[in-house]
């Protein structure tokens, strides 16, 4: 079922600050007023939440956050020496705008021997993270008007990076009887004379699903018959479970690796949210282009970060096995005990760090309470137990919940027992 974007954007509209919603008044009266392009941008529903509940743990209360994705370990200690060597021995410039040729080389490599797809550096643009990567591709790829395949769930950010570059985002309803993926005839049916490309996330976020190879290949045989561009989000590759696989999309079948860009970075990998480094891996032509829009838009990405991200890729990996060993674990604790809340249904997490649930008929129950949608409930469970959440609604799933498991088993206990809690009564407050 393909979802209604308007009825998304005006749920998503609450996550606007009163002071927001003034700013905007005053700017559509002055010569400064915003561009039509801005009147359909939401701002990050994850973002939002994580800043809301810093704000709340700045004013001294005992906010237990678990809205936002990032890993919750330091960047490991080599990586961060290379940036301090980085720094003295002057890599404080400009660097070329696609990215310094030996992480471009790293890139590529590291991709080559974990799928045995041989890539070229000059394949790889190096971006500000993996957000900004995906707004070049979108950027150089699309033209007004065009489609893009979204499954929803979705990442918060997909469908408004499509509208700034022109798209039209197709959410696409997956359900969680399906584990939340997208199946071939779905995406054949959503398929207009417009369609030009497919985006897939797997492990996902936010529901923390891996896509087997046999059903991502299902999915490129569509987008072979097609002719689909395809963006494939792979940033949270290296985090799966259970001895699980991820294939990188372009090696599912032949002729993929010409209209596929995959997208990833060190962020979560290596726990450098905020270094700001992604790439994206390209056929030549297209990787060109990004380099020339990069190098207008954006320039390089840090030079420091880039020596950081060479460290992170070349170096000792065991830091990667040991971030995605602690994810398992915590998946185990919080999977388990979110399954024996009456009510709550979860699909199987085999990677990144999010359990996403179905909390319906807790809504149901507590609708006459003024917690009747996700949105509603995230905000109470704020309020009232000190909870941050991510509303599903923000990721184009009413009904649903994000957790962000990248957190200590001591806030991961003491935001379950809370939110246990809330399910129990919504009207009973912590305080
Ligand atoms: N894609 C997905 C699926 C993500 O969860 C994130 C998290 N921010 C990104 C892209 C962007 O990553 P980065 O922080 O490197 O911009
Ligand atoms: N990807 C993370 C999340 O979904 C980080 C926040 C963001 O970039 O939106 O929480």
Known sequence: MVVSLAALASRQKSYCSQEEAAGAAVME?????????????????????????????????????????????????????????AIRAGFTKYTPAAGIPALRKAVAEDYTRRTGLA???????????AKHALH????????????????????????????????????????IEDNFKLRPEALRAALTPRTRMLLVCSPSNPTGVVYR??????????????DLAVVADEIYDQ???????????????????????????VSKTYSMTGWRIGWTIAPEPLSKAIGNLQSQETSNPSSIGQ??????????????????????????L???????????????????????FDISPALERSRSAGFGSSLQWCAG????????????????AEGHVRMSFAASDDDLNRGLDRIAAFLADPAASRT
């Open 381 to 396: 469970l704020l309020e009232r137990q000190q909870v941050a959440l991510v509303a599903g609604s923000a990721f184009g």
């Open 307 to 332: 020596h950081a991200a060479v460290a992170a890729l070349t170096g000792p990996q065991e830091c990667v096995t040991a971030m995605r060993d602690a994810f398992q674990k915590r998946r185990d």
């Open 119 to 129: 890539v070229t550096p000059a394949q790889v643009v190096v971006s500000n993270g």
């Open 29 to 85: 009266s002055s010569s400064l007023h915003l561009a039509r392009r801005m009147a359909a941008l939401e701002p990050s529903a994850t973002l939002a939440m994580a800043a809301r509940a810093g704000a709340m743990k700045a004013a001294g209360l005992d906010v237990v956050d678990l809205s936002v994705g990032e890993p919750d370990f330091p960047t490991p200690e080599h990586i961060c020496r290379a940036a301090e060597e």
């Open 136 to 175: 070049n591709v979108f950027t150089a790829v699309l033209d007004e008007g065009d489609e893009v395949v979204v499954p929803a769930p979705f990442w918060v950010s997909y469908a408004e990076l499509v509208k700034l570059a022109g798209g039209r985002p197709v959410l696409i309803e997956t359900s």
């Open 239 to 265: 985090l799966v479970f259970d001895g699980r696989t991820s294939p990188s999309f372009p090696t599912l079948r032949p002729g993929l690796e010409s209209r596929t860009v995959v997208v990833a970075g």
């Open 334 to 356: 919080v999977a388990g005990r979110l399954r024996s809340m009456p009510g709550v249904r979860l699909p199987d997490i085999g990677g990144a760090f999010y359990a996403f």
């Open 213 to 226: 190879p046999d059903e991502l290949a299902a999915l490129a045989d569509v987008a072979l018959e097609a």
